[in-house]
């Protein structure tokens, strides 16, 4: 894989960094977190990771992740800009002990300017980046996209995808450095089209919720079908817009909308006609052409889709949960995505090896877990 070879110290966090973390450990990076618990079954993205229960309260423990993070590649960290300074790990320190380290901060605010230091969450996030303000239906207040938009596009995604530059360059230079990936910068950066567009093209200049993209045109929107399903429409060119109104059995429809009247009169007749059909008879109508005209996919349902059984887009895992499988897809050295929990005993041998490799003497292991500077798992044994 990729990364193979690749040591990644990741610190227990929400969302965006165990999102970080897991993309580094399906393209092969070795992943330990360091968390208050060995056994923390509430993050669902450990698999494939080791976890080390560190008690970083302690000067004890402090000098032992400082230990580990000199034997890793790349460390990422999701507090506030300061609190890993308290714990005497911050980047000052331990890029001096290990230069070639990549040291990647992933918060909201990012490291400097006037909101750094202030809690928030996606919302919060998305809304500073200006791009919640784009999101929702004409009229009524924004809507944000559950957490997707910061947490995981804008937030681990972004701060992965610096990482790798930063691994890249490191081949280069042999130095490591810091990656200040803040999550209201990195939605709005995933989100540059939306900015940029609008002095070039007219799919967005109104208020939102009036524009092609974002429901305003009924030929790129979603309607609800006879049995309470829906099918998505993105007929935006004409000759997929032909198509369209020739399969859906409209012919007298039109792009060229004169006003907002016209415009609603054209949605209330699609919508009607597709109330006529179920979401299986529309898919059967629509298939094999190119009116770009598909069917809303129940999440429950996604591993079953034709197009995604065949190219093994998902994943059932022990638990009877989903997971879509890495992407992109690499041809020779594809991402590979870990089954196995982060509580299974091989997974909890790796994670004694990594303090093995420390060369730490067996009375300096003994006086950490007596003194429960390290958590060990029931099962562990050293």
């Known amino acids: 894989m990729p990364l193979k070879g690749i040591k990644v110290l990741e ?7 165990p999102f970080c973390g897991k993309i580094l450990a399906d393209f092969g990076a070795k992943v330990t977190v360091i968390d208050r ?3 923390n079954h509430f993050n669902c993205m450990n698999r494939g990771k080791r976890v080390l229960a560190i008690n970083l309260k302690v000067p004890e423990g402090q000098k032992l992740a400082r230990k580990l993070a000199g034997t890793q590649d790349v460390l990422i960290e999701p507090f506030r800009p300061g609190i890993m300074e308290k714990l005497n790990l911050g980047p000052e320190i331990l890029c001096k002990d290990n230069p070639r380290l990549i040291y990647a901060r992933l918060t909201g605010f990012g490291q400097h300017g006037r909101l750094a230091a202030r809690a928030g969450h996606d919302i919060n996030y998305a809304a500073i980046s200006g791009v919640l303000s784009m999101l ?9 996209p559950i957490n997707i938009l910061a947490d995981f596009a804008g937030g ?22 810091v990656v200040d990936s803040a999550m209201v910068d990195g939605a709005a950066y995933v989100a540059s089209w ?6 070039v093209i007219s799919l967005f200049q109104g208020e939102r919720g009036t524009n092609v993209l974002d429901g305003g045109f009924y030929f790129y929107d979603v309607y609800e079908t006879k049995d309470g399903k829906y099918m998505s429409v993105g007929a935006l060119e004409q000759q997929f817009f032909e198509e369209f109104k020739q399969k859906l059995g409209l012919p007298e429809l039109s792009q ?11 949605k209330d007749l699609v919508t009607k006609k597709f109330l006529e059909k179920t979401q299986a008879e529309w898919s059967a109508i629509f298939e094999d052409n190119d009116a770009c005209v598909y069917p809303v996919v129940d999440w429950e349902n996604v591993m079953e889709h034709e197009h995604n059984k065949a190219r093994q887009a998902f994943q059932k895992l022990d638990d009877g949960c989903l997971a879509p499988n890495p992407a992109p897809r690499l041809s020779r050295t594809p991402g590979k995505l870990s089954t196995r929990p982060s509580s299974s005993s091989e997974a909890v041998e790796e994670s004694l090896d990594i303090i093995r490799d420390l060369k730490l003497s067996s009375q ?19």
């Open 11 to 17: 610190f227990a966090g929400l969302a965006p960094a």
């Open 37 to 39: 618990v060995p056994d």
């Open 136 to 144: 929702g239906n004409k009229n009524q207040k924004p809507q944000p």
């Open 156 to 177: 681990g995604l972004m701060c992965s995808l610096g990482i790798c530059m930063a691994l890249l360059e490191r081949h280069r230079s042999g130095r490591g450095q």
């Open 194 to 199: 939306l900015f940029m567009a609008r002095n």
């Open 256 to 266: 060229a909308i004169a006003d907002e009247n016209e415009m609603q009169t054209a």
């Open 364 to 382: 300096e292991l003994q006086k950490l877990v007596s003194e429960k500077v390290l958590i060990l798992p029931t099962q562990a044994k050293l």
